[in-house]
């Protein structure tokens, strides 16, 4: 009996034990693994893997259904115009702005926007546990009404518990209303939203790391200072960063033009990208990505301007290199930090935010001197490795250029044991060298195109110079060449101003067609051209018209095809029969 009763004893006592550390066990299991701690966020954080993935409809209907009904100037991003009576207060708005700031003042802060998503976005459930965000909003001289704009379609548009606070970081302005007026409106109106005054211009990336310095949310959310958020933007943004802190996220960023406030979609979706000149430019979306239209892609680069990170992970990469100054680079920069140091980066396509793209810069750069060159070799020193070289080719004078103190972030790369860039080439960027090859193919032909029916008049660029509108004038043969009759047919399959970053541009579709000059941006299209020399055609487009001229009006235009018409041959200077023949397999196809 009491061998009986001993054993129950011990049976009970190891039943009990047993129930404790299970129970302890399952405690200390949930909370590191809970999702705030999961998004490592805390330091308890001990692995990627999601365990609480319940997932919710985070659209607020009550606030669509109330946008919908609105009415009013620019009321659901549709363009809006000023009237007769407004053109001096339009004049003297713009000039300081490079927008129409007067019709910004009609429109009303809070107003609607398009829901422009792709429709399998309306139907799509993130995570129930998210983290929260401060937006980080930098500012020089910004127009009042597109500033406040911007700060009340972010409180209007985001989960309230979420939305931690804004920063609108204010690179010093000058206008009245960015001080007291500016602090004392926030104060009455906008309790999440306060302002950050920096006592000297320091530059926009400068100002971004100032407003990170200060923020408390778990995720820096950086905009620009004119932008509008689109429905349901937040959640696409931060699922991803909640399932592994190490993920940067960027909104696909529409267009808000810049005269009639109309908001329209840039397109839908392309992977962000450079060439060896550090222009930005964007890769196609690769197969699998076109498969799940309302899913994250990954992408190279970031345009830059709108994009989200945990803040963990912002600061371990050391946030920007505090080396850069005023603008620049920066977007590489971290782009290359983020991809060769363990994270990966994404754009969201059910995040959009509108951006209005200014007409030009109105106020003048703090920074003196090559400041951006500068910026691009501090960022080719450090992390682009033998690929430098190709920049350099393209920008011999950054050889010369004295990149300052470098130490900081090449301990920075030591420490963080990050990847080489052939790595990030040959894996992220794979596709890169093929559109844009670092040692590039040269040129189908070059110099002047002279006309066969009127043999004294050659293409121009500066026939119509404020317009930008190509013309045909008198053929200029002086020393040197006059450059407005100098072009290039280039690898890229465009024609372009010599020594210019502009290209030939047919955007109308219509039987006659004029010519204009655009930035190039080597994506075919209205800057696709061919050079027949068999027929001495020079055909625009994948459904080509033929480039023609009205010697009598020195008009220059593309319209149908025609074998009869003398106008529409041309004489190219000089050509390479031997590129020209192998013309499917050179450049972008």
């Known amino acids: 009996m009491k061998r009986n009763l001993k054993t129950l004893l011990k049976f009970c006592l190891l039943s009990a034990i047993t ?54 100037v620019g009321e659901h991003g549709k363009p809006a ?15 300081v702005n490079g927008f129409n700031a007067a019709l910004s003042d009609k429109i009303a802060v809070d107003r609607s926007v398009p829901d422009i998503r792709h429709k399998a976005c309306h139907n799509k459930k993130y995570l129930k546990d998210l983290p929260t965000v401060s937006v980080i909003v930098p500012f ?15 409180i209007n548009r985001s989960p309230p518990h979420l939305l931690k ?15 007291k007026p500016l602090d004392d409106y926030l104060k009455a109106n906008m309790t999440k939203v306060k302002a950050l005054h920096l006592p000297e211009r320091s530059g926009l990336i400068r100002a971004r790391l100032a407003g990170a310095r200060i923020a408390t949310g778990d995720v820096l959310i950086f905009l620009d200072s004119h932008t509008e958020c689109n429905v349901n933007w937040l959640p696409p943004l931060l699922e991803p960063i909640a399932q592994d802190y190490k993920v940067c996220v960027c909104p696909f960023i529409d267009v808000i033009q810049y005269e009639t406030f109309e908001y329209r979609a840039q397109d839908e979706g392309a992977r962000g990208a450079f060439d060896w000149e550090f222009y930005y430019k964007r890769l196609p979306l690769l197969p699998e990505d076109l498969k799940h239209p309302a899913e994250p892609f990954k992408s190279p680069v970031m345009a830059g301007g709108l994009f989200a990170i945990s803040s963990r992970f912002f600061w371990e990469l050391g946030g920007y290199d505090e ?32 951006h209005i793209y200014r007409k030009y810069a109105p106020f003048p750069n703090p920074g003196k001197g090559d400041f951006v060159g500068r910026n691009y070799k501090r960022v080719a020193e450090v992390w682009m490795d033998e690929y430098a070289q190709y920049l350099y080719m393209r920008r011999p004078h950054y050889r010369a250029i004295d990149p300052g103190d470098l130490t900081k972030q090449k301990e920075l790369r030591q420490r963080l044991q ?12 794979f596709d890169l060298p093929l559109k844009y090859p670092p040692i590039e193919p040269g040129d189908f032909g070059v110099g ?8 004294d008049l050659c293409v121009d660029s500066g026939f119509r110079e404020r317009d930008q509108v190509v013309g045909v004038a008198r053929c200029s043969r002086s020393s040197g060449k006059r450059a407005e009759q100098n072009f290039t047919l280039t690898w890229h399959k465009d024609i372009r101003v010599k020594g210019k970053t502009l290209c030939f541009d047919v955007s109308d579709p219509n039987d006659k067609a004029d ?7 080597g994506q075919k299209g209205n800057q696709y051209w061919k050079y027949d020399v068999e027929k001495q055609w020079f055909l625009h487009g994948g459904n080509p018209r033929c480039l023609d001229c009205d010697p009598g009006r020195n008009a220059l235009y593309v319209t149908t095809c025609d074998d009869s018409s003398k106008t529409q041959k041309w004489r190219f200077e000089s050509v390479n029969l031997t590129m020209l023949a192998d013309w499917d397999n050179i450049g972008i196809q």
Not at 42 to 49: A, E, G, I, L, Q
Not at 329 to 351: H, R, T, V
Not at 418 to 429: N, R
């Open 19 to 72: 129930v404790v550390f299970t129970v302890l066990i399952f405690r200390i299991f949930e909370s590191s693994n809970h999702p705030q701690n999961l998004q490592g966020f805390h330091k308890k954080r001990s692995n990627n893997v999601v365990v609480y993935n319940e997932k919710i409809d985070w659209h607020d209907y009550e606030a669509i259904k109330k946008d919908l009904s609105r009415t009013g």
């Open 81 to 95: 115009y000023l009237t007769s009576d407004d053109h001096d207060i339009y004049d003297q708005l713009f000039k």
């Open 140 to 154: 020089h001289n910004e127009h009042w009404t597109t500033l406040l704009r911007t700060a009340t379609s972010v």
């Open 165 to 179: 606070e804004i920063i609108l970081v204010d690179d010093c302005s000058t206008k009245e209303f960015s001080r």
């Open 323 to 354: 080396g850069l100054d005023i603008w620049g680079g920066e977007q590489y920069e971290l782009s290359f930090k983020i991809w060769q140091c363990g994270g990966q980066m994404y754009d969201a396509p059910c995040s959009r935010v509108g």
């Open 418 to 429: 990050c990847k080489p860039f052939k790595w990030f080439i040959e894996t992220i960027a």
């Open 448 to 455: 002047e195109i002279r006309n066969l029916a009127a043999p």
């Open 515 to 521: 010519v204009t000059l655009y930035p190039c941006h």
